[in-house]
């Protein structure tokens, strides 16, 4: 199928419309690069402390030798990580890279349910665990294939400071649950043990899984999306060509304040970024907005991304209109639409476009970005980036003309291999030509701009992470009290969208505080429902299927939340 390419002459001076995948066999090889390039260079600093280039190579060379020569792991295995944003996960993700190992990257707010099918499903012989969650892996380990059991505490890299900041989160804080894992070893022992063993040389190319990156898809229970080396050096890649200009290598200092293990920071930040020498400014607890705007002072920073949530938090957050914004010149906004009074107002206080970016967990992510020189706000997702095709299908599979409304469509060497041993759900979005459905509604204009217009399937996004109601009435259903059960997201002006449940009890006793109790269990955070509605009844079709789109469109009553 030929397709028109109007955004091609739309692209910002600079910006090739392909680019040249071959030039790295594998995610390892731009790591060698970096690391040889930018040796003297600070690469990542967290909590006051810097680390270079230089010792990240080291550091991370040295975990490589610990999981291939003392675990005796070898290239595919499954190793996966558990962190928030600390010092330790860079050097594990690159060291698994180096070994050959397939990243699993899991998120640390995990329920113990959540953990074991991820761990099971993924098949993972190792894993990396922060303290703060060891005690939720602990009570699940015993029934997965996960043989070793790496521990670590925020501090364990800080020095001395780092002492006191584990024994403050431990005694003070109280932020590390008791766990017994015996036969666990510890992230500094396993680096001092590493450094015995050299580094084989491991042959990647780009068909070779980098990592198994756990989302919902398009419906249901979390699935592996397969990004191979090929797939993550392209975007890295495509991402490094569209804002190459406007960066100077060696010199930017991106704030990190997303997850590495979500996949719009680790391509963007800890690979786009690491490639050009970079300084990835690790913030561990965004939530703590006074906290945040304090590091940012420190930092001199020149980028940032992040979700819409993220940037008004900022913006509502006393002190942040006062930092010196002369640096800045990269605002990138992804995961979650961008508002357009977010955007208006970052514009105002800092001087910088919030730039729209749009992709996927399949797509490694990013499929469009608009041009970083644009003057203001567009509400568009922008143009696909080199080597990417968009198109607009009907329902019937035909491409629609400019301007008609339809499923967004991408095709590109960033699309996913497929989902970790789900052929059925691979052949339900992936296309023998490649074409990959997103799920989204969306439209074309006459410059090749997209723009998107609704949500195909009842995917709720709760800021940038997505949320599968098959999965939150799937346990609530466990609840012996609940009869049916229906979750819809619906509009929040922190979050963008919260979860609501409405529910049809079998026990009339059931109550609000049970249910959500019951949630709080079983689900991570920003699964939980915020809203809970009892009902008689659901409205449901012909043939008993509950019409979800019916309760969202019902106009929510203010006082809607309990």
């Known amino acids: 199928m030929s397709i028109e390419r109007p955004w091609l002459a739309h692209y910002p001076e600079g910006v090739p419309a392909q680019i040249d995948v071959n030039q790295y066999a594998s995610v390892a090889a731009v790591l060698e690069e970096a690391f040889e390039r930018f040796r003297d260079r600070p690469a990542f600093a967290n909590f006051g402390k810097q680390i270079s ?3 990240v190579d080291e550091m991370s060379r040295r975990f490589a030798g610990y999981l291939t020569g003392e675990l005796k792991l070898s290239k595919g295995d499954r190793i996966a990580i558990m962190m928030p944003n600390v010092l330790q996960y860079p050097i594990a993700l690159f060291g698994a890279l180096r070994a050959g190992l397939v990243v699993v990257n899991t998120n640390p707010m995990y329920t113990a349910r959540e953990l074991k099918h991820q761990l099971e499903d993924s098949g993972a012989k190792a894993i990396v665990v922060l303290d703060n969650f060891a005690a939720t892996l602990q009570q699940v380990v015993a029934e997965t294939e996960v043989k070793h059991i790496v521990t670590t505490g925020i501090g364990d890299l800080l020095g001395v400071k780092g002492v006191m900041i584990n024994f403050a989160l431990k005694h003070i804080k109280k932020m590390v649950p008791p766990f017994e894992l015996p036969h666990a070893v510890r992230f500094d022992d396993a680096l001092a043990r590493g450094a015995s063993h050299a580094l084989a040389p491991v042959e ?12 919902g898809g398009t419906t249901g229970v979390a699935k592996g999306a397969m990004l191979t080396h090929g797939n993550m050096i392209a975007n890295m890649l495509q991402a490094g060509a569209w804002v190459g200009s406007n960066t100077k290598p060696g010199e930017e200092v991106i704030i990190t304040a997303l997850p ?6 680790l391509t963007a930040n800890g690979l786009v970024f690491l490639r050009l020498g970079g300084l990835n400014w690790l913030v561990t607890n965004p939530r703590d907005m006074p906290g945040f705007v304090k590091e940012l002072k420190q930092s001199g920073f020149t980028a940032i991304t992040g979700v819409n949530t993220l940037f008004n938090g900022l913006l ?23 508002q357009r009074a977010v955007a208006e107002r970052w514009k105002k206080v800092t001087g910088v476009t919030l730039v729209e970016a749009y992709g996927l967990t399949e797509t490694s992510p990013a499929a469009c970005m608009n041009p970083l020189d644009l003057k203001a706000y567009n509400a568009s997702i922008g143009l696909p980036i080199p080597s990417t095709d968009v198109a607009i299908w009907s329902e019937d599979g035909l491409p629609l003309p400019q301007g008609e409304v339809g499923e967004l469509m991408v095709r590109g060497p960033q699309v996913m291999k497929g989902y970790w041993q789900r052929p059925d759900e691979t052949a339900k979005v992936l296309a023998a030509d490649g074409w990959l459905h997103t799920g989204d509604i969306a439209r074309m204009d006459e410059n090749g701009y997209f723009y998107i217009v609704d949500r195909k399937k009842d995917m709720i996004l709760v800021s940038g992470f997505n949320v599968y109601p098959n999965e939150v009435e799937d346990v609530v259903m466990q609840h012996p009290g609940v009869a049916e059960v229906a979750a819809v997201g619906v509009p929040d002006e922190h979050s963008g969208e919260v979860v609501k449940l409405y529910v049809v009890r079998k026990d009339p006793k059931l109550t609000v505080e049970e249910l959500k109790k019951f949630c709080h269990d079983n689900l991570t955070g920003y699964k939980r429902p915020k809203i809970i509605e009892f009902r008689d009844s659901l409205p449901k079709s012909n043939v008993g299927k509950i019409l979800r789109r019916e309760l969202r469109d019902e106009k929510q009553p203010a006082a809607a939340h309990s």
């Open 53 to 55: 280039y230089s010792q």
């Open 204 to 215: 990647l190319g780009h068909d070779d899984i980098a990592f198994l990156q756990y989302t």
């Open 260 to 265: 590495l293990y979500h996949i719009f920071s």
């Open 316 to 338: 509502n957050t006393p002190g942040f209109a006062e930092l010196d914004f002369s640096r800045l010149h990269l605002s990138l906004g992804g995961g979650m639409a961008v």
